[in-house]
């Protein structure tokens, strides 16, 4: 399976971006898709996790109330709308697929995209 992420740029803190990433390939019939993020220094740390129908989203503390995901299986694709972001947000932003959630929250998803850059300035 590979994924390709997009979206990612420079904005100004209270700013927003919409990241996308694109499925191609095989993978499991049924499968959640995620995001993670990794800042310099940082360790990468999970940001939000959708289910299979969309329904049941998942989010660290952190973005709740300001990040959305949501995906699009006749495309094939997961999206991350980014509002009111703020510095602290700045990473290069990952997404992912794991057959359930506890996987890909737990970052033990086996593919992985290439990342995007998301840089907020103060």
């Known amino acids: 399976v590979q994924l390709q992420a997009s979206g990612g740029g420079l904005v100004q803190a209270g700013g927003s971006l919409r990241l996308s990433c694109a499925r191609s390939?095989?993978?499991?019939?049924?499968?959640?898709m995620g995001w993670f993020r990794q800042a310099p220094g940082k360790d990468r740390e999970f940001v939000a996790a959708v289910d299979w129908s969309g329904g049941s989203t998942y989010y660290t503390d952190s973005v709740k109330g300001r990040f959305t995901i949501s995906r699009d299986n006749d495309k094939n694709t997961v999206s991350l709308q980014m509002n009111s972001l703020k510095p602290e947000d700045t990473a290069v932003y990952y997404c992912a697929i794991a057959p359930t959630i506890p996987i890909i929250v737990a970052g033990k998803s086996g593919s992985w995209g290439q990342g995007t850059q998301v840089t907020v300035s103060s």
């Open positions: 390939g095989r993978t499991f019939s049924t499968y959640v």
